[in-house]
């Protein structure tokens, strides 16, 4: 369903990301992990048609985004990594907003939008400024957005971010629910534990690079480990986490 | 001793109060204000700015004083304490106008913010010395602007005036007066604005504050440009009274300052002359009081209530401007990309400070102008000034339409938040060129749905049905062809573009405008007025407006299809 086929992507001369390859089928989530300034972003952004790559394509059914980029975008649904929303629109506003662009009907647009306002617990902050929101709040509008047109692919970028205890698990059940109803899912976080319970897939970037791809077993197998944590600090941490820990802790007591 | 200096310098900016005061003093003044979307023009420039029309005034009066021009002009004896009052009131209304403009634009700076609650609160620094390091801070910040704006023309002025004929012995009392007078001038107004914002601080809630103080601005703005207006007119009238207390004009502290100069230059006899300087003063210092008392007790009632507040909109009052009945010309619009967006332009228009402030201005400006010239309808006395002044009725709609567009034009290339716009560069594709769309219908909706409606009606009542329609008519196609000029090229959604196209060749872009104002608000009313004698020759305009169309639509299909295509970010090289 989508496919990245050799992406490149330069800011200049700097290589943000190289060669990366994967396929992601309906109802399948991929994972994909890495530290800060490994390329995810960028990703996300060759992925979703903000960014064109500087070599290779991201393909759509066979097809390359940039052919039809709107038709495209209209089978996707997307949850950037900030929440950057208009703070003046209503919550129920930037939602009318997006399904207008969507051609959403008006009918469906306003049941969809709703009943997910109702279930999210946003229904009584709809029509107040989004600049009021906490930043959960405004993570779920974005989730209410990237689903209320039922797009056959998600990308998500940092999709817990801020969200509290109970939205998190409602968003876990929610993803797996998603991948049996044979959604193809983009799944881009720092929570390791959340990745190893709802993806099907891993992909590890460093340095803009993939050092390990593959079904989650495969790379526990390849890697010897047994959680998704204790692969992710083997191939990717180049020192020690918790003697960087006790270091910060000797500077902040010890120094006089 | 530089070094001493420097040392000391570097010593006392290490203080945490000093630190405090340079931060509130380099914000009112723009610098430190990374997230700001002004683009941080420098202090230096800003400083430059001010100081300009001071210099510029001030040496073109060199030749009106000069003594050979006087002798050419024929005028004998000169008195320097009598025949500059009308240029002394033009420098109190420079002064104060130039010092309020500032004030006014840097106005959400000047009190302490969210952003200053989350990074100071926290830290061990008490809220009195907050208080303190943001009033010491306003006032350096008034006194820099006072001093820049009016040092050039304290010194170049009595120059200018007494170069050629005067003698010591009136040059400096000269000077002095006209000095200390401007300067006065400047801080009254200071503190007449920031009195006003600290009374509504202390006596509002935050929240209705905010919206409070929108609204304070607009009169402000208003008063100023009254001030501005009736520049040119108050000497003369002052000229004409024998006690200029009797009048209206006695309100206004443009003539408490220019009755401050008179007495100042010892050449006063007036009683009322002497009043209205001791109003000055007294009330000078009324307003130095007010400001010491309403800013602390806003201060202590406002600053620790931010958190609940400041993400608040401030104009909660234009909740749903799009179910207002004339603005829902978006039924007419084609695609839903531009419904979205046409949408999105409007809520932006009326619920961001920025551009509900420029917008404010507009009408604010828009608003004299009407005054103006009705005023002067209803002043003319012969029939010749009552028939330019009958004419002149002609360019109201064109003169209010064109100021309205144009702001509206320049309010467009303001970003509302750049950060935000990834929904619409998500939505929309490039290709399909619906930026102009977008703005035609922002600017019918905001413009002329309410404008051409009002001209009918004040029209017909004026000059009876048929030359009543006809001007209705003609200003019509006269404000669609303006609207077809002023979104020629453009190629953005209106608030998101991150580079104000503006600034890399705004001088040039000024002056277009303002011989566009000239052109469109005078002279084609002007040619108007000729035609509609015989009602026939309006259809001279036939031909030409129709020229004007056709070349416009010739030169939009020659445009290359990169030239035309949306952008969202747009390069400061021309």
């Given at each position: 369903m989508l496919e990245a086929k050799g992406l490149f992507k330069y800011y200049g001369s700097v290589?943000?990301?190289?060669n990366v390859n994967f396929h992601i089928g309906p109802g399948q989530v991929l994972g994909y992990l890495g530290p800060n300034g490994s390329g995810k972003s960028t990703t996300v952004k060759l992925l979703t048609g903000l960014l064109e790559p500087t070599r290779g394509q991201v393909l759509f059914s066979g097809k390359n985004?940039?052919?039809n980029l709107v038709s495209y975008r209209k089978r996707l649904g997307y949850v950037p990594e900030?929440?950057?929303?208009?703070?003046?629109?209503?919550g129920e506003e930037y939602l009318a907003m997006v399904g207008t662009f969507r051609e959403m009907p008006s009918h469906i647009l306003r049941h969809r939008m709703n009943k997910l306002l109702e279930l999210l617990s946003l229904a009584e902050h709809?029509?107040?400024?989004?600049?009021?929101?906490?930043k959960g709040m405004r993570q779920r509008i974005l989730l209410i957005a990237a689903l209320m047109d039922d797009p056959e692919i998600l990308i998500l970028d940092e999709?817990?971010?801020?969200?509290?205890a109970v939205s998190s698990l409602v968003f876990r059940y929610l993803i797996q629910g998603l991948c049996l109803k044979g959604k193809a899912i983009f799944y881009c976080s720092h929570v390791l534990e959340v990745v190893e319970k709802v993806c099907t897939q891993l992909l590890i970037l460093q340095k803009g690079e993939v050092i390990a791809h593959g079904s989650i077993d495969d790379v526990r197998r390849q890697i010897g480990q047994s959680t998704v944590e204790d692969i992710f600090l083997q191939v990717v941490?180049?020192?020690d986490v918790s003697r960087i820990a006790n270091d910060i802790v000797d500077v902040i007591i010890h120094t006089r | 001793m530089r070094e001493y200096l420097s040392q000391k310098w570097t010593a006392a900016k290490r203080h945490p109060w000093v630190k405090l005061v340079l931060l509130f003093t380099l914000r009112m003044f723009g610098?430190?204000?990374?997230?700001?979307?002004?683009?941080?023009?420098?202090i230096g420039a800003i400083l430059v700015l001010l100081a300009m029309p001071g210099i510029l005034v001030s040496l073109l009066l060199l030749e009106k004083y000069g003594s050979l021009i006087r002798f050419l002009r024929g005028q004998g004896a000169f008195d320097p304490f009598v025949s500059t009052i009308p240029d002394e009131y033009f420098f109190i209304v420079l002064s104060m106008g130039v010092i309020g403009s500032v004030i006014l634009w840097r106005w959400e700076t000047i009190f302490p913010d969210k952003r200053d609650f989350q990074n100071l609160?926290?830290?061990?620094?008490?809220l009195g010395r907050i208080f303190l390091a943001n009033l010491v801070a306003i006032g350096l910040f008034a006194l820099l602007l006072i001093v820049v704006t009016n040092l050039a023309s304290s010194i170049l002025f009595p120059v200018a005036v007494l170069?050629?004929?005067?003698?010591i012995k009136d040059f400096f009392p000269f000077a002095f007066g006209h000095a200390v007078t401007i300067f006065a001038a400047g801080v009254f107004t200071a503190m007449a604005i920031f009195a006003a914002l600290g009374t509504l601080m202390a006596v509002l809630p935050y929240g209705m504050f905010r919206v409070a103080s929108l609204v304070a601005k607009f009169v402000i703005a208003i008063a100023l440009l009254i001030l501005l207006v009736l520049g040119g007119s108050v000497p003369d009238t002052l000229a004409k009274?024998?006690?200029?207390?009797?009048?209206?004009?006695?309100?206004?502290p443009t003539v408490w300052m220019l009755a401050l100069a008179q007495t100042l230059w010892g050449h006063n006899t007036d009683a009322h002359v002497s009043e209205m300087a001791r109003r000055a003063v007294n009330v000078s210092g009324t307003l130095f009081f007010i400001v010491l008392v309403t800013y602390w007790a806003g201060f202590r009632k406002s600053f620790q209530r931010i958190p609940e507040?400041?993400?608040?909109?401030?104009?909660?009052?234009?909740?749903?401007?799009?179910?207002f009945a004339p603005l829902r010309?978006?039924?007419?619009?084609?695609t839903n990309a531009v419904r979205a967006c046409y949408r999105f332009a409007l809520r932006t228009l009326f619920r961001s400070g920025t551009h509900v402030q420029l917008m404010l201005a507009v009408i604010a400006l828009s608003a004299i102008t009407v005054a103006k010239l009705v005023l002067d309808f209803y002043a003319a006395h012969t029939l010749s000034e009552k028939t330019s002044a009958y004419d002149s009725l002609l360019s109201l709609p064109f003169l209010v339409g064109f100021l309205i567009l144009c702001g509206l034009r320049l309010a467009f290339?303001?970003?509302?938040?750049i950060r935000a716009n990834w929904t619409l560069k998500f939505w929309l594709?490039?290709?399909?060129?619906?930026a102009r769309s977008i703005a035609r219908a922002v600017m019918y909706s905001i413009c002329l749905s309410w404008l051409i409606p009002i001209t009918v009606v004040y029209s017909v009542r004026l000059w009876g049905w048929i030359d009543g329609l006809l001007h209705t008519l003609f200003f019509g196609v006269c404000a669609l062809l303006l609207i077809e000029v002023l979104i020629v090229k453009y190629r953005k959604i209106?608030?998101?573009?991150?580079?104000?196209?503006?600034?890399?060749?705004s001088p040039l872009v000024l002056a277009l405008y303002l011989l566009g104002f000239i052109f469109f608000g005078t002279y084609i009313p002007h040619l108007e007025s000729e035609a509609l004698i015989s009602r026939?020759?309006?259809?001279?305009f036939l031909p030409v407006l129709s020229g004007i169309y056709l070349g416009l639509k010739t030169y939009r299909r020659q445009m290359l299809d990169m030239d035309k295509s949306l952008i969202f970010e747009e390069s400061d090289q021309l």
């Amino acid at each position: 369903m989508l496919e990245a086929k050799g992406l490149f992507k330069y800011y200049g001369s700097v290589p943000a990301v190289r060669n990366v390859n994967f396929h992601i089928g309906p109802g399948q989530v991929l994972g994909y992990l890495g530290p800060n300034g490994s390329g995810k972003s960028t990703t996300v952004k060759l992925l979703t048609g903000l960014l064109e790559p500087t070599r290779g394509q991201v393909l759509f059914s066979g097809k390359n985004i940039h052919d039809n980029l709107v038709s495209y975008r209209k089978r996707l649904g997307y949850v950037p990594e900030e929440a950057n929303l208009y703070g003046y629109m209503t919550g129920e506003e930037y939602l009318a907003m997006v399904g207008t662009f969507r051609e959403m009907p008006s009918h469906i647009l306003r049941h969809r939008m709703n009943k997910l306002l109702e279930l999210l617990s946003l229904a009584e902050h709809r029509h107040v400024p989004m600049s009021s929101y906490s930043k959960g709040m405004r993570q779920r509008i974005l989730l209410i957005a990237a689903l209320m047109d039922d797009p056959e692919i998600l990308i998500l970028d940092e999709p817990l971010s801020g969200l509290d205890a109970v939205s998190s698990l409602v968003f876990r059940y929610l993803i797996q629910g998603l991948c049996l109803k044979g959604k193809a899912i983009f799944y881009c976080s720092h929570v390791l534990e959340v990745v190893e319970k709802v993806c099907t897939q891993l992909l590890i970037l460093q340095k803009g690079e993939v050092i390990a791809h593959g079904s989650i077993d495969d790379v526990r197998r390849q890697i010897g480990q047994s959680t998704v944590e204790d692969i992710f600090l083997q191939v990717v941490a180049e020192k020690d986490v918790s003697r960087i820990a006790n270091d910060i802790v000797d500077v902040i007591i010890h120094t006089r | 001793m530089r070094e001493y200096l420097s040392q000391k310098w570097t010593a006392a900016k290490r203080h945490p109060w000093v630190k405090l005061v340079l931060l509130f003093t380099l914000r009112m003044f723009g610098g430190g204000d990374s997230d700001s979307n002004e683009g941080g023009a420098g202090i230096g420039a800003i400083l430059v700015l001010l100081a300009m029309p001071g210099i510029l005034v001030s040496l073109l009066l060199l030749e009106k004083y000069g003594s050979l021009i006087r002798f050419l002009r024929g005028q004998g004896a000169f008195d320097p304490f009598v025949s500059t009052i009308p240029d002394e009131y033009f420098f109190i209304v420079l002064s104060m106008g130039v010092i309020g403009s500032v004030i006014l634009w840097r106005w959400e700076t000047i009190f302490p913010d969210k952003r200053d609650f989350q990074n100071l609160v926290h830290l061990p620094i008490s809220l009195g010395r907050i208080f303190l390091a943001n009033l010491v801070a306003i006032g350096l910040f008034a006194l820099l602007l006072i001093v820049v704006t009016n040092l050039a023309s304290s010194i170049l002025f009595p120059v200018a005036v007494l170069e050629s004929e005067g003698t010591i012995k009136d040059f400096f009392p000269f000077a002095f007066g006209h000095a200390v007078t401007i300067f006065a001038a400047g801080v009254f107004t200071a503190m007449a604005i920031f009195a006003a914002l600290g009374t509504l601080m202390a006596v509002l809630p935050y929240g209705m504050f905010r919206v409070a103080s929108l609204v304070a601005k607009f009169v402000i703005a208003i008063a100023l440009l009254i001030l501005l207006v009736l520049g040119g007119s108050v000497p003369d009238t002052l000229a004409k009274e024998v006690h200029p207390s009797g009048l209206n004009l006695g309100y206004l502290p443009t003539v408490w300052m220019l009755a401050l100069a008179q007495t100042l230059w010892g050449h006063n006899t007036d009683a009322h002359v002497s009043e209205m300087a001791r109003r000055a003063v007294n009330v000078s210092g009324t307003l130095f009081f007010i400001v010491l008392v309403t800013y602390w007790a806003g201060f202590r009632k406002s600053f620790q209530r931010i958190p609940e507040f400041a993400e608040r909109s401030a104009l909660p009052l234009w909740r749903r401007p799009s179910s207002f009945a004339p603005l829902r010309v978006e039924t007419l619009l084609l695609t839903n990309a531009v419904r979205a967006c046409y949408r999105f332009a409007l809520r932006t228009l009326f619920r961001s400070g920025t551009h509900v402030q420029l917008m404010l201005a507009v009408i604010a400006l828009s608003a004299i102008t009407v005054a103006k010239l009705v005023l002067d309808f209803y002043a003319a006395h012969t029939l010749s000034e009552k028939t330019s002044a009958y004419d002149s009725l002609l360019s109201l709609p064109f003169l209010v339409g064109f100021l309205i567009l144009c702001g509206l034009r320049l309010a467009f290339e303001i970003p509302v938040d750049i950060r935000a716009n990834w929904t619409l560069k998500f939505w929309l594709d490039p290709a399909k060129q619906q930026a102009r769309s977008i703005a035609r219908a922002v600017m019918y909706s905001i413009c002329l749905s309410w404008l051409i409606p009002i001209t009918v009606v004040y029209s017909v009542r004026l000059w009876g049905w048929i030359d009543g329609l006809l001007h209705t008519l003609f200003f019509g196609v006269c404000a669609l062809l303006l609207i077809e000029v002023l979104i020629v090229k453009y190629r953005k959604i209106p608030f998101t573009c991150v580079f104000p196209s503006y600034k890399s060749h705004s001088p040039l872009v000024l002056a277009l405008y303002l011989l566009g104002f000239i052109f469109f608000g005078t002279y084609i009313p002007h040619l108007e007025s000729e035609a509609l004698i015989s009602r026939w020759d309006m259809l001279w305009f036939l031909p030409v407006l129709s020229g004007i169309y056709l070349g416009l639509k010739t030169y939009r299909r020659q445009m290359l299809d990169m030239d035309k295509s949306l952008i969202f970010e747009e390069s400061d090289q021309l």
